[in-house]
């Protein structure tokens, strides 16, 4: 990365910690889970899991654990789940009483405030799953694929009261293979930061770590996605439609439209050039399904599910509806 200087490591085994620190964790999603078990077994002591309050899902709407909470309770550490923080007099309270050497945050989904960002002594670290500045915010494996991203990683950061604006204490890449989707990179990237983090803490607690200050002006932003963030403009290229196809797995996923019905697509590639034809407009070759793209391109549609169907294949889709000649999708 340009326009400053950063520790960057290469992938290793995390050196057994020496100095154990007093912490409290703050995580939510399936990300954070390996990094809670990665602290544990490097011998922190873990004071205090904080996760969002459990959520209803599914049709019956059920309250359902989030991954941190289950995870928690198998490691049988106490647990918290406030509904909010920033004001929450007792939550304050309860961490004061802890007086945590660090504040772990790992995907917990909140705004931390500025009464815990002052509170213990090593601040609050972060672990961010992109090469800060690029991919600041809720999404950053998904954006990364999403924008063709053939490297991201992991920072770990000092957080302050900017969005992922902290200063970076250590990072590391890893590639983005072609074939990658958000779903298959974010185990990886999980894995690789929970050694991350533990290396932060053991250098943090040995004073051998120098924050970074981030360089504003090469910042990117990955903010939260949206169910429009699914739908396909075949204006766009075929390579980009490919790209956040493999990011937004798997939600929102890819969507268009055909004879007024949605039209999920479930499997898509790079097909080959095009004539300058209209964005969308089908093309039958043999038994493959192909829709034009910007840029002179076109995405072969292997696998898709129209509104109130089943997934079926090309060859069956073609054989069913029969697309007629000038036939366009997402109109």
Known sequence: MRGFSVQVLTLSAPAATINCVKLVYCGTPMFAV??????????????LVVTQ??????????????????????????????EKIKNNTEFRAQLEALSPECIVVVGYGRIIPRWMLDLPAHGNINLHAS?????????????????????????????????????????????????????????RLAEMGSELLVETLAMLAEHRLQPTPQNDALA??????????????????????????????????????????????????VYAESPAL?????????????????AGSTIAIDELQLEGKRRMNAREFINGYQPKPGERLGN
Request: hydrophobic residues 40%; charged residues 25%.
């Open 34 to 47: 390996p990094p809670l078990e990665a602290l544990v077994r490097a011998g922190h002591e873990v004071s």
């Open 53 to 82: 309050p459990d959520r209803p899902k599914g049709r019956g709407m059920e309250l359902a654990f989030s991954p941190v909470k289950q995870k928690t309770i198998e490691l049988a550490l106490p647990i918290v789940q406030p």
């Open 131 to 187: 090469l800060l500045p690029k991919y600041r915010g809720a999404a950053p494996i998904q954006w990364a694929i999403a924008s063709g991203e053939s490297v991201t990683g992991n920072t770990t950061m000092r957080i302050d009261e900017g969005l992922d604006t902290g200063d970076i204490l250590l990072q590391r890449e890893m590639p983005v293979h072609d074939d990658d989707t958000s779903v298959t990179l974010a185990p």
């Open 220 to 269: 990117t932003l990955a903010p939260i996605l949206t169910r429009d963030d699914g739908r396909i403009d075949f204006a766009r290229s075929a390579q980009t439609i490919c790209n956040r196809y493999r990011g937004f797995q798997p939600w929102p996923g890819a969507f268009t439209t055909f004879r007024g019905k949605q039209l999920t697509l479930h499997a898509i590639s």
């Open 278 to 294: 209209a964005a969308g407009k089908i093309e039958i070759a043999g038994e493959r399904l192909l829709a034009v793209c910007g």
